[in-house]
């Protein structure tokens, strides 16, 4: 639920008891807009540049230590830039940090520990997963949603219309195969076909895998799948058939929609088929090997960058799936780092800032943005980005396209061409108990890859 409606409700009911005690309608009136705390704050804060953001944040932090939250560890090395981005309005000042990333999913346990505090250590977080984000998180107002100013003017909105939480960025997760092999792999559903065995980071230990699977019953990812099913040959059709005719009841069940059995068939397949893996960096690794004939996987877009050039191993030995022409359906999902404040924030103007500089510049991104399959969600940094790292020619070697599954096509290319799943936390969480619990009950994959 977006934190302006929460706060909607809140007023609307305060504004109730008055008028029902005092009859007055000016009173009411005043409840309507009466914020304290950190939602002031982000209200004042909300109407600001990112350099009057910045001296709010010189007075409040010069001399102190700030404790920052988050899934990525990318944050360490921002904070650091922001800091020099604040000596240069005012060389005097000084800042001392603090950034801790949790592993294993407990970021959620954290946060929640340390909201009970009357002031928290954490002045803010970077983190992912929308579902728990939603139901953890923001219904329970343990975080809070700052919108700056120069970000919403790039979107073309204010913070008052803006609807959601604020996205540092998307991330893209995308089908890849080794290529030295014969086999084919021209479909989404090529994925799912019984002998597939795609490699995938185990639902289970990266929770952000669920929420892409809760995506697809979403009415136009489902099309998505059908219509890609739909240009298979007839006797992939028949294989597949009988699981998407399954699954006709189930969702009538969840109330999807027209094309609901095709995407819960796709995800039966998909979790019954897929070859667990604790990381994405290894499944890269494998495929980008010479003897990994045959084998595909989803995986983080930007691992590829990581490879080390050999005779057994190389990032031409894989093709990304949906950069192949004539291919069909989904080509892997998106998902996003997502930015807010704590609700006891011990230096909330700080964070505000923070959060502005690493949405609202190039250098503020460029922790993330110095990568291809990462996209501010900022246009105006965007675009600053690709200009400066040229992430449309990554592959390129003094002038020659050496490495095209490196050649990343950008942020519009991947939702429009790319058929990209993006994540929705709403939508997860509104289907988290009834897809959510179906997936739950099925059978994995439990064997080796040939």
């Not at 504004?15 to 209200?43: F, H, M, Q, W």
């Not at 490699?199 to 895998?209: C, F, P, R």
């Amino acid at each position: 639920m977006n934190k302006r409606f929460i706060t909607s409700i809140l007023s609307g009911v305060m504004a109730v008891s008055l008028v029902g005690c005092s009859g007055s309608a000016a009173s009411s009136a005043s409840a309507k807009t009466e914020l304290t705390g950190i939602d002031a704050v982000i209200k004042e804060a909300e109407g600001m540049s990112l350099d009057e953001l910045c001296k709010k944040a010189i007075e409040e932090s010069n001399g102190k230590t700030f404790y920052g939250l988050g899934n990525s560890s990318r944050g360490k090395t921002a904070l650091p830039l922001f800091i020099s981005y604040l000596q240069k309005i005012d060389p005097t000042y000084n800042m001392t940090f603090e950034w801790q990333q949790p592993k294993n999913n407990k970021i959620f346990e954290q946060l929640q520990a340390d909201s009970v505090k009357s002031e928290g250590t954490f002045a803010m977080t970077l983190i992912q997963d929308g579902n728990q984000i939603e139901s953890k998180m923001n219904q329970p107002g343990i975080l809070k949603t700052f919108i700056p100013k120069d970000w919403a003017d790039a979107n073309n909105t204010t913070a008052d219309d803006y609807k959601g939480f604020l996205s540092l960025q998307t991330l893209n997760k995308v089908f890849e195969f080794n290529n030295k092999g014969t086999k084919t792999w021209k479909n989404c559903w090529d994925f799912v076909m019984p002998d597939a065995h795609s490699l995938y980071m185990d639902i289970d230990s990266e929770i952000v895998g669920k929420n892409f699977l809760y995506m697809l019953t979403k009415d136009e990812y489902a099309k998505t799948l059908k219509d890609a099913f739909d240009a298979l040959p007839s006797a992939q059709k028949s294989i597949l058939q009988p699981t998407i005719d399954e699954m006709g009841k189930d969702a009538k069940e969840f109330s999807l929609g027209d094309n609901g059995a095709y995407a819960l068939a796709w995800i039966k397949l998909w979790v019954n088929g897929y070859n667990a893996q604790t990381d994405d960096g290894p499944i890269c690794n494998t495929l980008t090997s010479a003897s990994a004939v045959d084998q595909s996987g989803l995986l983080v877009y930007s691992k590829l960058r990581s490879i080390q050039e050999s005779s057994e191993q190389s990032v031409n030995n894989v093709t990304v799936a949906a950069y192949q022409d004539g291919y069909q359906g989904i080509g892997g999902y998106g998902y996003s780092h997502y930015l807010f404040l704590t609700k006891n924030s011990p230096l909330p103007w700080t964070a505000a800032a923070f959060i502005a500089y690493m949405t609202c510049t190039q250098e503020g991104f460029s922790a993330w943005g110095k990568d291809m399959g990462g996209y501010s969600s900022n246009p105006t940094v965007l675009k600053e980005t690709e200009t400066k790292y040229n992430h449309l020619q990554g592959g390129y070697v003094d002038g020659i396209d050496v490495y095209p599954a490196k050649d990343d096509k950008g942020y519009d290319w991947w939702v429009k061409n790319g058929k990209l799943v993006l994540e929705d936390p709403e939508y997860c969480a509104s289907v988290a108990f009834t897809v959510g619990s179906w997936i739950e009950t099925l059978d994995k994959f439990s064997g080796e890859t040939k």
